[in-house]
């Protein structure tokens, strides 16, 4: 069982950076891609981007491409979401996932393993 744990999520005035983080507990981290999803007050889980086993490629929802870029560190069982220019809209509680299945699957129906999320929240 793959345990995931982000962290990182914190208050943040729009326009600022910020940078959350996932680790997870065993190294079967480095055999499928990796995804981050958040979750607005009221609103469904929603796809934010995902990143291939190697880290080479990725993808992203429209709203955030260009704005947010996803690294892996294998080495250290650890993804990160760096989020610029942040906007209010942002604002939500966001989950890493892990054992997707898909080279980059967008669905989160094709993720096994969540973590719990980090609530990031962004002020006008």
Partial sequence: QVQLAESGGRLVEAGD???LSCTASERTFISTAMGWFRQAPGKEREFV???GRSGANQRFSDSVTGRFTISRDNA???????MN???PEDT???YCADGAIGVL???SNLFRYWGQGTQVTVSS
Avoid: F
């Avoid at 250290?76 to 760096?82: C, K």
């Fill in 105 to 107: 699957p967008t669905d």
């Fill in 85 to 87: 220019r942040v906007k």
């Fill in 92 to 94: 939500a509680v966001y």
């Fill in 76 to 82: 250290n069982n650890t993804i990160y979401l760096q």
């Fill in 17 to 19: 950076s910020l940078t």
């Fill in 49 to 51: 981007g995902v990143i």
